[in-house]
């Protein structure tokens, strides 16, 4: 007879979603030592920004993997706090380029050591081989459930 037992403990779901968890909880914790008023998801964007400026909101949620109201929400939020400005497309009255502001290029220079110090402290005791062969699975793993890999 076949069991309809999930063995949640041994299958990656649950420690994937884990370790996403604490890995977030260390950031935030981090931005807020630093006095950052800033989440993951802002940060993820202040990247993609900083990478290419101006870009429209259809590229942007593309990027960070967000519905475009989900988006939209996100980047008012970070317009009230003056990370970015958003404008008018010319050719499409219907969209915005989203453009970093002075104040967001700073914030995302005072990130840049924080995450540097947490890659550290994750990577800590795994050897290159070890990274490159978890890199390859979780690819295979986005692969398997149709994501596109674009994260920072």
């Known amino acids: ?13 649950p420690w994937m979603g884990k370790t996403v968890k604490i890995t ?4 935030h914790k981090a931005f807020k030592e630093q006095g950052l ?9 202040l990247k993609k920004l900083h ?3 101006g ?11 967000r519905d ?7 980047l008012r939020k970070m317009e009230q706090k003056g990370y970015i400005s958003r404008s008018q497309c010319k050719d499409d009255k219907r969209c915005n380029n989203v453009f970093l502001t002075q104040l967001g290029k700073e914030v995302f220079i005072k990130t840049k050591p924080i995450i540097k110090k947490l890659i550290t402290t994750i ?11 978890i ?8 692969s398997n459930l149709g994501e596109q890999s674009q994260t920072l």
């Open 68 to 74: 475009k109201s989900s988006l939209a929400r996100l």
């Open 55 to 65: 870009l429209n909101q259809n590229e942007l949620a593309f990027l960070v993997l």
């Open 1 to 13: 007879m076949e069991s309809n037992k999930i063995d949640f403990e041994n299958s990656l779901g």
């Open 37 to 45: 008023d800033l989440t993951k998801e802002q940060m993820i964007v």
């Open 135 to 142: 890199i390859n699975l979780l690819k295979r793993i986005q």
């Open 123 to 133: 990577e800590k005791g795994i050897t290159k081989e070890e990274k490159t062969i």
């Open 24 to 27: 977030e909880y260390h950031l």
């Open 51 to 53: 990478d290419k400026d």
